[in-house]
């Protein structure tokens, strides 16, 4: 039954990597068309396994299923629908899907649910249009920020506009908050978006952590001149300095243990026969303990400033993102663990998620645990994401284990 149920999944995964706003790669940005278009196709999928549901005030698209009384608190389930540009089909989408299947077999098993069970798939996960990850799990644990309104994306359309444009009113933002005494917690099933467990050849592991991750906007100026006139020792080359710093931010992030990585690198004026005179570029910082991050942080900024400082370059440093480590509930993580164990693993691996999830935002309202799925080589936010069927179907019954324990511990307490 779980092999069967684990090919709808799969194919509903092919379904919503269908809806993308570039035909041949999958891109689904907040508060798109295609957005719309996926929050349809779910909700459906939802009302099937016997979920009420709505959209609430940020975009979530959101399903519940009553307990043995209604309005009860809820164990809430889910994951994102959004994605990066040209993105894997499970990242995120698996989890939701999970989610709603979880919650129909026990539905259809008839269990006395002493909470409600809500299944969310959260409109932006990514910060793919607007550069802020989390704007839905943010808003649905009250912690928004006003100034996000004005956030823009490529053409110059406002975060404000974007909600307007989608038929939502920003002045209703605060409804999509959920109160911490309405949850009981929020469990999330994902793929691991690394090569952990395909190394130990192992389907499932539970979640101790979330990396604490910050990114900033880093600007490199020089002087722009004239690549044949300009004497190597009167250049002041942005371009070569940035370079130097990629180098230094990969050399000291392996030294402290932590996760360091320019993503992003452009040079100005961007002739052939120009020396660059400015350089922009990305950093993106992570690590499972906080001060381990922000320590690694200091060192790359104080090479950054001797290098600029050596080659007569000027450095500054904007801070975009800032999502602090959280720690995964421990009941919640034992219960993932029993819900591994009920497939066969005897002995659940456990380790610390090196990606970010929407759990850094919902910990705000509810204690969090996740649970990680195997994919093949690693790799994800690449259209080479993949998972094996068996993987899925040993995930989806440990996900249903998990909620039946915390069912029976909830009733016998």
Request: aromatic fraction near 6%; charged fraction near 25%.
């Amino acid at each position: 039954m779980s092999e069967t149920a684990a090919q709808l999944l799969l194919e509903r995964c092919d379904e919503l990597a269908a809806i993308s706003s570039n035909p041949g790669l999958i891109e689904r940005l907040h508060l798109s068309p295609e957005h719309r278009a996926a929050n349809d196709l779910v909700a459906g999928w939802m009302k099937d396994a016997g979920l009420s549901t709505w959209q609430d005030a940020a975009g979530n698209q959101c399903g519940r299923l009553e307990g043995r009384e209604p309005g009860l608190p809820a164990l809430l389930l889910g994951s994102h629908i959004d994605t990066v540009r040209d993105a894997g089909r499970y990242d995120g989408m698996l989890g939701v899907l999970l989610a709603i299947t979880t919650v129909s077999r026990i539905r259809d098993a008839g269990i006395d649910l002493p909470f409600a069970l809500e299944v969310v798939a959260f409109s932006d996960e990514e910060g793919t249009r607007f550069g802020t990850a989390l704007l839905g799990s943010r808003a649905l644990a009250g912690t928004w920020h006003d100034d996000w309104w004005n956030l823009t994306d490529k053409d110059g359309i406002t975060l404000f506009e974007a909600f307007h444009d989608f038929g939502l009113d920003p002045a209703r933002l605060p409804n999509a908050y959920r109160r911490p005494d309405n949850l009981i917690g929020y469990l999330e099933a994902h793929i691991e978006q690394g090569p952990i467990l395909e190394d130990a050849d192992r389907r499932l592991a539970v979640v101790t952590s979330i990396a604490g991750a910050r990114r900033f906007g880093l600007t490199i100026t020089g002087k722009a001149g004239h690549a044949g006139g300009t004497p190597y020792d009167r250049r002041r080359d942005a371009l070569v300095g940035a370079s130097e710093l990629v180098v230094a931010v990969e050399r000291i992030s392996k030294e402290s243990g932590t996760i360091g990585t320019v993503g992003r690198l452009e040079a100005f004026p961007g002739g052939v026969n120009v020396i660059p005179g400015r350089v922009e570029l990305s950093l993106d910082m992570r690590a499972e303990f906080d001060d381990d991050r922000d320590d690694c942080l200091r060192r790359i900024t104080e090479a950054a400033h001797e290098i600029c400082e050596r080659r007569n370059l000027a450095f500054h440093s904007t801070e975009i993102y800032r999502a602090d480590a959280v720690r995964c509930d421990l009941e919640l993580q034992e219960a993932f663990a029993a819900g591994i164990r009920a497939t066969g693993d005897a002995e659940p691996m456990a380790f610390w998620s090196r990606a970010g999830h929407d759990g850094v935002a919902v910990v705000a309202v509810t204690p969090i645990a996740m649970l990680f799925l195997r994919c093949r080589g690693g790799i994800s936010h690449h259209p080479d994401e993949a998972v094996k069927k068996a993987d899925v179907a040993a995930a989806l019954d440990a996900y249903e284990a998990t909620v039946l324990s915390l069912v029976s511990s909830s009733s016998s307490s």
